[in-house]
């Protein structure tokens, strides 16, 4: 019994790194033990039986692989019409291998950039495993919701390609880490995926990235639907920053709060701010009238009184102060740009309509843009929103900014009300997030990721295609060693951001 409740080498040296991470503050106590409570109730379980009669298994120390026979029925009627989930599979292929050229891209750019300026902020090791809760920037419940429903849709696209091309699916299951998911998994008849055709192979491996990136281009237009759906509480316009030296700041002025009329003219949004700015010089005497911003308290109104300096002076003058500033350039790009002498200047950065938190998420519905711009922004709008949480601690768009969208007069906007147009904006932000994320780290050409696995067999395919007197083993066998070999290189070229800011 002593012996049955004993530790062996393996799982005390997991220990001892585990506690070299909170004594080397790579990770926060609570974490620590978390995870050491975790790991030691799995050896538990695992000894006693637990596990088994769970149908489960413990996976890499510290990884609960929970099975269910649940959803077979449905997977063998979602997957009837095999003709359609094939050419869905033939489709998934050449989508996966455009987004892994980008993704490749991405991870040569981001190691290049790195090795020419290597003294960059180091982001904490939690941040680096992208878990809800645990990373800085992202939350605990609607990305883990989002997480879920991602894994899910992804792995069971994985099992309709499986039963769409006549292989038997044993299992589906869930990967836990404690509370957290952190991974799914349909289990194919291992021997039958082995002898299936190579193109059969590739197209099971390509739908689950493919079915996460589709997911997040049709989450992103619902999401441009959801931004419609807001209107400003205060018509107006605010500003991000004040300049000194301007008469926005000779007159008080702050960041955030809105401005809704000039000289008592309304300011409804940033058109029309433009519009009444027109009428007015450098050297001006306005009064504008200001509401405090509503994430402050309650809201009041007081009237400011602004002189206006001269905008093509603040530029000629920013130029000045810089080293090697082009002024001929500049003045040429002022003229360009429709900038003359004596223009009004109110001082301020950043300046945007009270609908702004939301008004670059509404370019799908939006006439201004013709509809090939429309799918371009689609497609690229997912690398755009990754940074988002970065940049805003974990939120979807700014506080302050939040604070000025109300419900909309529509009907969903009218039955959600604001707080619920809100929870549903953060909802499809997140979906959208997770799945281009799960979608895109999928397809880093390495295995065990889903892109190492179809580099393997398209490679497998190239050398078969080029090389066609060559023996089948021999071509096997080369296209196994490229593989690992790739897959060291791009190990390589990941480990690069990682490391070389925490050595130098």
Request: charged residues 20%; proline residues 5%.
């Amino acid at each position: 019994m002593e012996k049955e409740a004993s530790l062996d080498f393996s799982q005390i040296l997991f220990l001892g790194i585990l506690a070299l991470f909170w004594v080397n503050g790579w990770a926060p106590l609570w974490i620590v033990v978390l995870i050491g409570a975790w790991y030691l109730g799995l050896l538990v379980l695992e000894r006693r039986g637990i596990l088994d009669r769970w149908n489960a298994t413990r996976a890499l120390g510290i990884i609960l692989m929970l099975r269910t026979n649940r959803g077979k029925r449905v997977l063998e009627r979602v997957s009837q019409p095999r003709r359609f989930w094939r050419a869905y599979g033939e489709f998934s292929i050449w989508l996966c291998f455009a987004v892994m050229a980008v993704v490749l891209l991405l991870l040569f750019l981001t190691a290049l950039a790195i090795t020419m300026e290597p003294r960059q902020e180091v982001l904490p090791a939690r941040d680096l495993l992208l878990i809800p809760g645990v990373t800085s920037f992202v939350p605990f419940w609607w990305p883990v919701t989002a997480l879920i429903i991602a894994l899910i849709i992804h792995e069971y696209s994985h099992g309709i390609q499986a039963r769409a091309h006549g292989m038997q699916v044993r299992s589906f299951g869930l990967l836990l880490a404690g509370p957290l998911p952190v991974g799914a998994f349909a289990e194919p008849e291992y021997e039958e995926m082995i002898r299936a055709p190579r193109r059969e192979r590739m197209r099971l491996y390509a739908a689950g990235p493919s079915i996460n990136l589709l997911a997040c281009w049709i989450v992103l237009i619902l999401l441009s639907a959801t931004a419609t759906g807001f209107a400003a509480t205060n018509d107006g316009v605010h500003a991000v920053g004040i300049i000194e030296d301007t008469g926005a700041e000779d007159a008080g002025l702050k960041p955030y709060e809105t401005i809704t009329q000039i000289n008592d003219v309304p300011v409804i949004d940033y058109s029309s701010f433009t519009e009444v700015m027109s009428d007015f010089e450098a050297g001006d005497s306005v009064t504008m009238t200001v509401l405090t911003p509503p994430s402050q308290g309650e809201v009041e109104e007081r009237l400011i009184e602004v002189v206006f300096t001269d905008r093509w002076d603040y530029h000629m003058n920013e130029c000045r102060e810089r080293e090697n500033c082009d002024e001929a350039a500049l003045e040429e790009l002022l003229a360009e740009l429709e900038i003359e002498k004596g223009d009004a200047f109110l001082g301020v950065s950043g300046l945007q309509s009270s609908t702004a938190a939301v008004d670059n998420w509404g370019y799908f519905f939006n006439d201004d843009f013709s509809p090939g711009e429309k799918v371009v922004g689609t497609i690229f709008a997912p690398l755009a929103m990754l940074g988002v949480p970065i940049a805003l601690d974990g939120h979807t768009m700014n506080l302050e900014q939040r604070a000025m969208l109300t419900a909309g007069d529509g009907a969903i906007a009218s039955t959600l009300g604001t707080e619920g147009m809100l929870a549903a904006f953060d909802f499809l932000f997140w979906l959208a997030w997770i799945n281009f994320l799960l979608g895109f780290a999928n397809l880093i050409p390495m295995v065990p990721f889903d892109g190492g696995h179809l580099v393997r067999d398209g490679t497998h395919s190239v050398i078969k295609r080029v090389a066609r007197k060559m023996d089948p083993l021999k071509a096997e066998n080369l296209a196994l060693r490229l593989s690992r070999m790739s897959s060291l290189f791009i190990l390589f070229i990941i480990a690069i951001p990682i490391i070389i800011p925490r050595i130098i």
